[in-house]
């Protein structure tokens, strides 16, 4: 192994393409060389100035990533493995822009598509999918995140109309979304009703100085006596089951995601360790720098091959929640992990914005608490081990 050049690409290392099909890697490259060209070369700034470059959503939609797993209605229709792709593509670039994208689709859309009627489909789903409009999901509220079961946002009947009052919080597109997916409790039990950009009532408000997540539009959502028809609410959709399918849709794109955020860093700092020259050689060449950077890999490799294993059992319709659970714990535990890592790797430099691994490990800190913290998950994972619910 002496003087082999240092890997580009940290999965080479178990030949993690090699379980791909063509298709599947097509796409991946295809996502990487979008967001190369387009998303990349402006990160830094982004992140800096807290901005979300909101004109690229119909370049998204026309580069098929929106809703890309959903069929018909002018959705890609491709397998899991090809959406877990993406997302870890667009993750490796920024944590934002895979939230931006599996809110769209795997919440927003997803639950359209999934709980909609004809006429919502129709109206919402093509223009989502080309990025001519923006969706959100209002799920957690300022009281209530892991027990929505509580939420206090109320739809009380009026005739042949609804009456929404409450508020929504940390809702990743909020401030920007041209329709909202709003849950609810109703005396039939939780609802979700859908929410154009407009109604009178309907207001957002961004959250800024965020520390995370900063190339992110991050809103408060709140509804005041808005006044919807009966044709506004989703109608297949009863109880908790509604939002908690959308939620394991965008776990699952977290999970691979976690691994581009882990894959990015672990790059960044094996290109530094190869240039950055201490007592007269690479830093690369030292025995504790080989050890951490070995570790990382062993452990991002671990994180990619269970992506790719639970993509396929998404693909034969055979995945279990728990199983869900299980990716995004481990997923993102380690990436944020290798992030952190990486960081001291690349010593004083680390802390620019030049270098990827401190903003992943930011943006990261939101990516292990939202769509479930781990502590959730791990209990989600209890369950499945005992047969007890320890949260309830």
């Given amino acids: 192994m ?49 901005h979300f470059a909101r004109e690229l959503a119909p370049e998204l939609g026309k580069l098929g990533v929106l809703g890309m797993h959903l069929e018909g209605y002018g959705c ?33 859309m997803y639950s359209i598509w999934k709980w909609g009627s004809q006429e919502q489909k129709q109206e919402w789903l093509p223009r989502l999918a080309a990025g001519e409009a923006i969706g959100c999901f209002g799920l957690t509220e300022p009281d209530f995140g892991s027990d929505p ?19 929504k919080m940390w809702i990743t597109n909020g401030g920007i979304a041209d329709v909202a997916t709003v849950w609810a409790q109703t005396e039939e039990g939780v609802r979700g009703f859908l929410v154009p950009r407009g109604t009178p009532g309907f207001t957002t408000q961004d959250i800024k100085q965020k520390m995370s997540l900063r190339a992110s539009v991050t809103s408060e959502l709140h509804f005041d006596h808005v006044r919807l028809p009966d044709s506004a609410r989703l109608p297949l959709a009863e109880g ?13 794109g977290i999970l691979f995601g976690a691994v581009g955020a882990g894959r990015d860093s672990l790059r960044a700092a094996l290109e530094y360790a190869d240039s950055r020259v201490q007592f007269g050689k ?12 070995a570790d990382m890999s062993v452990s991002l490799g671990g994180a990619a091959l269970l992506a790719v294993h639970l993509g396929r059992l998404k693909d034969q319709g055979r995945i279990r929640p728990e199983q869900i659970s299980v990716g995004k714990l481990n997923n993102v535990r380690e990436a944020l992990a290798i992030a952190r890592e990486c960081r001291t790797v690349l010593g004083a430099n680390g802390i620019s914005l030049e270098y990827a691994p401190l903003r992943h490990a930011n943006n990261l800190e939101s990516v292990l608490t939202y769509e479930g913290t781990s502590e959730m998950h791990t209990l989600v994972v209890g369950q499945a081990l005992t047969g007890h619910a320890a949260f309830r």
């Fill in 2 to 50: 002496s003087g082999a050049k240092p890997m580009k690409d940290p999965l080479d290392l178990l030949d993690l393409s090699s379980t791909l099909t063509d298709e599947e890697r097509e796409i991946q490259a295809t996502v990487a060389k979008f967001l190369a060209d387009r998303v990349r070369p402006h990160l830094g700034e982004w992140f800096e100035n807290a």
């Fill in 76 to 108: 890609a229709g491709t397998n899991a493995v090809s959406y877990g792709l993406a997302c870890l593509e667009l993750e490796a670039a920024d944590s934002g822009f895979r939230s931006f994208v599996s809110v769209q689709g795997s919440l927003s």
């Fill in 282 to 293: 690479p830093i690369s060449a030292f025995q504790l720098t080989q050890k951490k950077l």
């Fill in 240 to 252: 908790l089951r509604g939002p908690l399918s959308c939620l394991n849709e965008a776990r699952f």
């Fill in 149 to 167: 079961a509580g939420m206090r946002t109320r739809a009380v009947r009026d005739g042949g109309d609804w009456i929404l009052d409450g508020s």
